[in-house]
């Protein structure tokens, strides 16, 4: 398993009538490969998890996994409303070729640390599949702070990551002050990863990249290797868009661009609506902006590949 690079959390790829599109789902997994990412993340929060059933994740995870062959791992996204379901997902995931596992609060229900650790450390001993945690306190209300982490860290080995969703790049700094290298730890928030990897984060779970893939792996690359200049005129061209996945409507936003930009289809699940009024103005606005700006920056027309 592979926690460093650009790791796509894929969207769903749905048909008008709201059925998974496989096909299409296999079609933009193998674009996400060869335009440069290192791993696959299948039903996270953008993937629509929380709309999708049991048997429709395992079989994201099958067509994922023979879209990847060996080029690069499959991660899925365990979240569930009981530890039960979530520790059934982990084993199946294992079974259905799954090389990693992003490991949730339950839905709904947040409490304290004593429930929560009990809650993770089943899910981490269902398999021996490396797990990475999800931290996302906005999204989740659970928050894992960096001494729980730690101590996470110290009695989980298949603990092996952190998706650090907290909004404070700060976090990112104090998990590594307690756990050196032992974790692996990536950005999970589209607008802080050149803040992220500045402070030591090596991954980025990302967002925008199921449209502007090519874009995304660039400013990863320029930023891990220090090319300021390259990542700041990168940065400064994004930021308008990476911003639409850290907002309640991020998987209307992401997929809508996705369709305009020829990769995709907008369609969601209810409880989701599409897009309109002030929302549809705002994408709309931001896309425009960044084809109008896409030449002078990367040299030449962005073009869909999917």
Excluded at 94 to 101: C, D, E, F, R, S
Excluded at 276 to 302: E, K, M, P, S
Aim: glycine share 8%; hydrophobic share 50%; aromatic share 6%.
């Amino acid at each position: 398993m592979n926690w460093t690079g650009v790791l796509p959390a894929l969207t769903t790829n749905l048909r008008p009538r709201g059925a998974i599109d496989h096909a299409a789902f296999a079609r933009h997994g193998r674009w996400m490969i060869e335009s440069g990412c290192t791993g696959l993340v299948v039903g996270g929060s953008l993937g629509e998890a929380a709309t999708l059933s049991f048997e429709e994740k395992l079989a994201l995870v099958r067509t994922a996994v023979r879209a990847a062959g060996d080029r690069v791992p499959v991660v899925l996204g365990v979240a569930a409303l009981s530890t039960a379901e979530a520790v059934a997902l982990a084993r199946g995931a294992a079974k259905a070729g799954a090389a990693g596992l992003m490991v949730l609060p339950p839905y709904v229900y947040s409490t304290d640390w004593r429930e929560m650790k009990a809650h993770l450390a089943a899910v981490f001993r269902a398999t021996k599949l490396p797990c990475l945690l999800y931290n996302n306190p906005p999204a989740y209300k659970t928050d894992y702070v960096p001494a729980q982490i730690a101590e996470l860290a110290a009695e989980f080995s298949t603990l092996r990551a952190v998706k650090e969703s907290s909004g404070d790049t700060r976090r990112v700094t104090a998990i590594r002050h307690l756990v050196g290298d032992r974790l692996a730890l990536l950005v999970g928030m589209d607008d802080a990863i050149v803040e992220g990897l500045a402070a030591g984060a090596r991954g980025w779970i990302a967002g925008l990249v199921n449209a502007f893939p090519v874009e995304s792996v660039a400013l990863f690359n320029a930023a891990i290797v220090g090319d300021t200049a390259r990542a700041d005129a990168i940065y400064r061209w994004f930021l308008p868009l990476l911003r639409l996945d850290t907002v309640p409507k991020f998987v209307q936003h992401i997929k809508w661009i996705q369709q305009e930009m020829g990769c995709g289809t907008a369609t969601i699940r209810a409880p989701r609506l599409p897009l309109d009024g002030a929302d549809l103005a705002l994408v709309r606005a931001t896309l425009r902006q960044a084809r109008a700006g896409h030449r002078a920056v990367f040299g030449t027309v962005r073009r869909a590949g999917s």
